[in-house]
């Protein structure tokens, strides 16, 4: 069982940075790990994606070139460094987790078994 945490989520003006963390209780050295949106009304989105051994990573288009994710498995934890941040990154922030021991990524947030509870980032403009 892997229960996960984040923190970092906050309020930044346009153009901003923040950083997210994902700690997870449990060992997550085999898991894919992702990280989601909502935004008020919204549906939750996919937001970026790494492998287990970070030797894969996948991210939305929305966010492509502004944000990054990474991992330290030794520290159980996953980040996200969101840049140049805009209003239509306002949202609450969701950690994933699925086992995938052999490198993949999931394709889809359905297949994620373990989530956290969420962060709210808001980006006044």
């Known amino acids: 069982q892997v229960q996960l945490v984040e923190s970092g989520g906050g309020l930044v003006q346009a153009g901003g940075s923040l950083r997210l963390s994902c700690v997870a209780s449990g060992r997550i050295s085999r898991h894919a790990m992702g990280w989601f949106r909502q935004a008020p009304g919204k549906e939750r989105e996919f937001v970026a994606a790494i492998s287990y051994s970070s030797s894969r990573t996948d991210y939305a288009d929305s966010v492509k070139g502004r944000f990054t994710i990474s991992r330290d498995n030794a520290k159980n934890a996953v980040y996200l460094q969101m840049n140049r941040l805009n209003p239509a990154d306002t949202a609450v922030y969701y950690c994933?987790?699925?086992?995938?021991?052999?490198?993949?990524?999931?394709?889809?947030?359905?297949?994620?078994?373990?989530w956290g509870q969420g962060t709210q980032v808001t980006v006044s403009s």
């Open positions: 994933a987790a699925d086992f995938r021991p052999l490198g993949s990524i999931p394709e889809g947030q359905s297949e994620y078994d373990y």
